[in-house]
């Protein structure tokens, strides 16, 4: 136990104390219309030592700050071995922070982090960031007025100010796109995606069921790990890792909205898939699948005009050949037929040019920016 004046920081040890660390977002970001509550069940399965496959090459531990018996602020440290091999680091990240605004839970915090993350002869601290690319990452420090999405995240303003008065700076920034869908295809995106296809003899896989598309699963998250092993800080994802993320959501995707891009051979060469927006029916049910929120869930999976583009991919030996165009025309063509009138891309990396070009056929916005931020001890 870590104490500054009436501010105590209690390590999670138990169940129940994982309970008051998932809840305290909840209660912190109440009312909050802009904010996209996690699942509750997901943030259970992610943060349980039994039930994360990351825990192979992680450890963790997490903490929670109360003052006068109420809490405060949370903060979870991960080291990520298989990370600081890869990129031949010695740091310790730091994730599901959150605090009121007060500058002392805040260093408190952060500093609580630090500390064993030393003990640990971690020599630098970088975060927001989970035990994979595939958890939350990234502080938002632009978009506070703007409506925040399942795969990311959402933190009040003052966040900022706290992190640069801490001493951090920015290691990276992630940028996400929000366009109107066009009642067309763009005709030089509709003559690129056929003229990639001929050129390559590539076709797109058609699925009526999210289980026909479920042998690809694998080749797509096999795809995810060669398209993003030079991105920052990533992590190549395991097997057990992949197995979990097919069981836990492949069942819920609609196949319409997922476009998988094969060669001859019937290997994956790129993939896109997104999914009707769950924000406003999470916000209805603040996070909890039961009693009723499943139904929201279900209503706003069957009908909706907004779609967020989770995951795209292609595999390295297609790059700047224009795969990207056919997935994404396939997609939109899907949008159009099924009334879908805005789409927000997931957070990609600012520098990350190739991934960026493909919204300049469409009349977007750059509408959020969050940051990984970054110091040496």
Same mark, same amino acid.
Request: glycine share 6%.
């Given at each position: 136990?870590?104490?500054?004046?009436?501010?105590?920081?209690?390590?999670? $040890?138990?169940?129940?104390?994982?309970?008051?660390?998932?809840?305290?977002?909840?209660?912190?970001?109440?009312?909050?219309? &802009?904010?996209?509550?996690?699942?509750?069940?997901?943030? !259970?399965?992610?943060?349980?030592?039994?039930?994360?496959?990351?825990?192979?090459? $992680?450890?963790?531990?997490?903490?929670?700050?109360?003052?006068?018996?109420?809490?405060?602020?949370?903060?979870?440290?991960?080291?990520?071995?298989?990370?600081? *091999?890869?990129?031949?680091?010695?740091?310790?990240?730091?994730?599901? %922070?959150? &605090?009121?605004?007060?500058? *002392?839970?805040?260093?408190?915090?952060?500093?609580? !982090?630090?500390?064993?993350?030393?003990? /640990?002869?971690?020599?630098?601290?970088?975060?927001?960031?989970?035990?994979?690319?595939?958890?939350?990452?990234?502080?938002?420090?632009?978009? &506070?007025?703007?409506?925040?999405?399942?795969?990311?995240?959402?933190?009040?303003?003052?966040?900022?100010?706290?992190?640069?008065?801490?001493?951090?700076?920015?290691?990276?920034?992630?940028?996400?796109?929000?366009?109107?869908?066009?009642?067309?295809?763009?005709?030089?995106?509709?003559?690129?995606?056929?003229?990639?296809?001929?050129?390559?003899?590539?076709? %797109? !896989?058609?699925?009526?069921?999210?289980?026909?598309?479920?042998?690809?699963?694998? /080749?797509? @998250?096999?795809?995810?790990?060669?398209?993003?092993?030079?991105?920052?800080?990533?992590? *190549?994802?395991?097997?057990?890792?992949?197995?979990?993320?097919?069981?836990?959501?492949?069942?819920?995707?609609?196949?319409?909205?997922?476009?998988?891009?094969?060669? *001859?051979?019937?290997?994956?060469?790129? @993939?896109?898939?997104?999914?009707?927006?769950?924000?406003?029916?999470?916000?209805?049910?603040?996070? /909890?699948?039961?009693?009723?929120?499943?139904?929201?869930?279900?209503?706003?999976?069957?009908?909706?005009?907004?779609?967020?583009?989770?995951?795209?991919?292609?595999?390295?030996?297609?790059?700047?050949?224009?795969?990207?165009?056919?997935?994404?025309?396939?997609?939109?063509?899907?949008?159009?037929?099924?009334?879908?009138?805005?789409? %927000?891309?997931?957070?990609?990396?600012?520098?990350?040019? /190739?991934?960026?070009?493909?919204?300049?056929? @469409?009349?977007?916005?750059?509408?959020?920016?969050?940051?990984?931020?970054?110091?040496?001890?």
């Amino acid at each position: 136990m870590a104490k500054s004046d009436t501010i105590e920081v209690v390590k999670v $040890c138990s169940k129940k104390d994982l309970k008051r660390f998932i809840k305290f977002q909840y209660q912190h970001y109440k009312g909050n219309q &802009f904010w996209c509550p996690p699942l509750r069940m997901d943030e !259970v399965n992610t943060l349980s030592r039994e039930k994360n496959p990351a825990f192979d090459f $992680c450890e963790a531990e997490y903490w929670i700050a109360y003052r006068g018996g109420e809490i405060v602020g949370r903060v979870a440290g991960i080291i990520n071995h298989k990370a600081n *091999e890869r990129w031949n680091d010695k740091l310790v990240r730091f994730g599901w %922070i959150e &605090f009121i605004d007060d500058d *002392e839970v805040s260093r408190i915090l952060t500093e609580t !982090v630090e500390e064993w993350g030393r003990s /640990k002869g971690m020599t630098g601290i970088h975060g927001p960031l989970g035990f994979s690319d595939m958890d939350y990452e990234g502080m938002l420090i632009k978009g &506070f007025d703007e409506q925040s999405t399942l795969t990311s995240i959402y933190n009040y303003p003052y966040y900022v100010q706290h992190m640069e008065k801490l001493g951090f700076g920015k290691a990276a920034d992630w940028v996400q796109y929000e366009f109107e869908i066009p009642p067309s295809i763009p005709d030089k995106v509709e003559r690129l995606s056929l003229l990639v296809q001929e050129k390559y003899k590539l076709r %797109i !896989v058609k699925a009526r069921t999210a289980k026909e598309l479920l042998p690809y699963a694998p /080749k797509m @998250f096999r795809t995810l790990n060669a398209a993003f092993k030079d991105l920052y800080g990533y992590t *190549e994802l395991s097997q057990k890792q992949m197995d979990m993320y097919v069981k836990s959501y492949f069942g819920f995707i609609r196949p319409e909205f997922v476009s998988f891009v094969v060669d *001859e051979q019937d290997e994956l060469v790129g @993939f896109g898939v997104s999914m009707p927006s769950l924000t406003k029916a999470l916000q209805k049910c603040n996070g /909890k699948l039961f009693p009723f929120g499943f139904i929201y869930i279900l209503r706003a999976i069957k009908k909706n005009n907004i779609i967020d583009m989770y995951l795209n991919g292609v595999r390295p030996d297609y790059h700047g050949k224009g795969v990207n165009s056919l997935y994404y025309n396939e997609m939109h063509r899907a949008y159009i037929n099924y009334g879908i009138k805005k789409a %927000i891309t997931s957070p990609q990396l600012e520098d990350n040019a /190739k991934a960026l070009t493909i919204w300049k056929n @469409f009349n977007g916005r750059q509408h959020l920016t969050r940051r990984c931020w970054i110091k040496h001890f």
